[in-house]
């Protein structure tokens, strides 16, 4: 596993323009060197800017977007289409501008399994396969140290089996979601970790600072050969 990096921008804006562009840069770095580029989403306000400035560069059209992947590293459980629904604003953002991608989403819930969370993430587990590997996963950090849907002390944290979980009762709505654990966001090559604001600055300062990752699951979301937390100065206020 990788030593995580920091890379301060003066700004959320900054941060989004600056990691889109990186972005773009890795995947095609990634179909230049393999053929096929694999990308983990991720929702929330920086997650979609990313994709919005990714919109919006000339850049995006040196990625042949009909050879990426794209996975999604947790799904609110909203009926299709629901605005809350990370997949819904992906869209909105980059997916509906672009040659259409390889877009492996997670079944909603008035999808094929109803209202059944677990068979939801089941298949999801199955469409990712035995062995997932994703050249980039993004991930926003909460100000608890949440990533994807893995939220501190609970039973998706601890969870070393399954690639996919069901998450009840969550913390912050929709109280209902599906997401990838820990240990399958750790296939990734590389993991980024985007947050801003003063009030994700102890989070963050806690997950570089050595936190066990069921107390910051921020903490055990690293990469295999590279982890990036993309910071504005605000969110970095509190690191040495």
């Known amino acids: 596993m990788s030593v995580p990096e920091v890379v301060v921008h003066r700004d959320g804006d900054l941060l989004a323009a600056a990691t889109a562009a990186r972005l773009l840069t890795a995947l095609v770095d990634a179909q230049a060197a393999r053929?096929?580029?694999?990308?983990?989403?991720?929702?929330?306000?920086?997650?979609?800017?990313?994709?919005?400035?990714?919109?919006?560069?000339?850049?995006?059209?040196?990625?042949?977007?009909?050879?990426?992947?794209?996975?999604?590293?947790?799904?609110?459980?909203?009926?299709?289409?629901?605005?809350?629904?990370?997949?819904?604003?992906?869209?909105?953002?980059l997916l509906d501008h672009v040659p259409a991608a390889r877009a492996h989403v997670v079944e909603p819930s008035d999808g094929r399994f109803g209202d059944d969370p677990e068979a939801a993430a089941a298949a999801y587990a199955e469409e990712l396969g035995s062995a997932p590997e994703f050249d980039v996963c993004l991930l926003g950090v909460g100000e608890e140290g949440h990533v994807a849907s893995v939220f501190p002390d609970s039973p998706a944290v601890r969870e070393r089996d399954l690639a996919v979980v069901a998450v009840r009762d969550c913390p912050k709505p929709p109280p209902t979601r599906v997401s990838l654990t820990l240990p399958t966001i750790r296939a990734s090559r590389?993991?980024?970790?985007?947050?801003?604001?003063?009030?994700?600055?102890?989070?963050?300062?806690?997950?570089?600072g050595?936190?066990?990752?069921?107390?910051?699951?921020?903490?055990?979301?690293?990469?295999?050969?590279?982890?990036?937390?993309l910071l504005d100065t605000a969110a970095a206020a509190k690191l040495p």
């Open 210 to 229: 050595g936190a066990p990752e069921a107390d910051l699951p921020a903490a055990g979301a690293v990469g295999r050969s590279r982890t990036l937390w």
């Open 35 to 93: 053929g096929t580029a694999s990308l983990v989403l991720t929702g929330g306000r920086t997650g979609i800017a990313v994709l919005e400035q990714v919109r919006s560069s000339p850049a995006r059209d040196a990625v042949d977007w009909s050879r990426v992947d794209l996975w999604w590293g947790d799904e609110r459980f909203l009926p299709s289409g629901h605005p809350e629904r990370n997949e819904t604003q992906a869209r909105e953002a």
């Open 190 to 208: 590389e993991v980024w970790l985007m947050t801003t604001g003063a009030a994700k600055a102890a989070a963050v300062a806690t997950g570089l």
